[in-house]
């Protein structure tokens, strides 16, 4: 009987939302899609965080080379940024209910990728490090480690080849442009993650927001994190 596979694919993105961690934990493989295009004022280089004053976003400066001449694996950080934005999510989360027992480790991994000069790296290194602190033992890798070809779905298609994948789960937005009838003629199963009806938790400042960081997820829950999450089922 053949073995199943499912693995995804997402652009790196910075300390990411819950639900980029439920896509990773749904699959067996998770691949960095990110020798494409970095697009500014995105996910890929910042994110939000609660603060008594209301949202924030917190910005890993970078160096922007024209308007279609750079992919996210190349793109370059310009300035120290690292111990800033720890600065301001300590400040922000230092009175929720598990800031005291998950700062050493988080801090460490903003310790660990302050000197980096790559935008991916620090991306991939913070994921990674997240995923051990919620106990997410997905395989991580990259695309550019993969032989595939063509654009769109039909790269898509190449890259579940190239990792053996029986099955594909992608994010909701993608449903835009995937040409699902590729998929069936490749004998590939082809799921969408659904964020909608996540349950809310006890936050600080004001009105509950699910788009913002995973940390603040951490920080207010601790070991519960992952049954505010939501695994998509098999």
Same mark, same amino acid.
């Given at each position: 009987?053949?073995?199943?596979?499912?693995?995804?694919? @997402?652009? /790196?993105?910075?300390?990411?939302?819950?639900?980029?961690?439920?896509? @990773?934990?749904?699959?067996?493989?998770?691949?960095?899609?990110?020798?494409?295009?970095?697009? $500014?004022?995105?996910?890929? /280089?910042?994110?939000?965080?609660?603060?008594? %004053?209301?949202?924030?976003?917190?910005?890993?400066?970078?160096?922007?080379?024209?308007?279609?001449?750079? +992919?996210?694996?190349?793109?370059?950080?310009?300035?120290?940024?690292?111990?800033?934005?720890?600065?301001? @999510?300590? /400040?922000?989360?230092?009175?929720?209910? #598990?800031?005291?027992?998950?700062?050493?480790?988080?801090?460490?991994? #903003?310790?660990? =990728?302050?000197?980096?000069?790559?935008?991916? &790296? =620090?991306? %991939?290194?913070?994921?990674?490090?997240?995923?051990?602190?919620?106990?997410?033992?997905?395989?991580?890798? &990259?695309?550019?480690?993969?032989?595939?070809?063509?654009? $769109?779905? &039909? %790269?898509?298609? +190449?890259?579940?080849? !190239?990792?053996?994948?029986?099955?594909?789960?992608?994010?909701? +937005?993608? !449903?835009?442009?995937?040409?699902? &009838?590729?998929?069936?003629?490749?004998?590939? /199963?082809?799921?969408?993650?659904?964020?909608?009806?996540?349950?809310?938790?006890?936050?600080?400042?004001?009105?509950?927001?699910?788009? =913002?960081?995973?940390?603040?997820?951490?920080?207010?829950?601790?070991?519960?994190?992952?049954?505010?999450?939501?695994? =998509? !089922?098999?």
């Amino acid at each position: 009987m053949a073995t199943s596979k499912r693995i995804a694919t @997402i652009q /790196s993105s910075y300390v990411p939302w819950k639900g980029y961690f439920d896509i @990773i934990d749904s699959v067996d493989e998770f691949v960095f899609l990110d020798d494409v295009q970095f697009t $500014k004022r995105d996910w890929r /280089s910042r994110n939000r965080i609660k603060t008594a %004053r209301g949202l924030a976003w917190l910005t890993i400066p970078v160096m922007t080379k024209g308007r279609y001449s750079q +992919s996210i694996e190349r793109t370059e950080i310009v300035e120290p940024w690292a111990h800033k934005h720890w600065a301001a @999510i300590r /400040s922000s989360y230092a009175k929720a209910p #598990y800031f005291e027992e998950l700062a050493p480790a988080i801090e460490d991994l #903003y310790d660990e =990728v302050a000197a980096e000069k790559l935008l991916s &790296d =620090v991306n %991939r290194t913070l994921i990674a490090g997240l995923c051990a602190i919620l106990g997410i033992r997905t395989k991580l890798s &990259d695309s550019r480690n993969y032989h595939t070809e063509g654009a $769109k779905t &039909d %790269r898509l298609v +190449s890259l579940c080849r !190239a990792t053996g994948a029986t099955d594909y789960l992608s994010g909701p +937005s993608a !449903a835009a442009y995937i040409e699902i &009838d590729k998929f069936s003629a490749a004998g590939i /199963s082809l799921s969408y993650a659904d964020y909608s009806a996540y349950p809310e938790y006890r936050q600080l400042h004001g009105p509950f927001e699910h788009r =913002v960081t995973i940390l603040d997820l951490l920080f207010n829950t601790g070991p519960d994190a992952r049954s505010h999450m939501k695994r =998509v !089922a098999r």
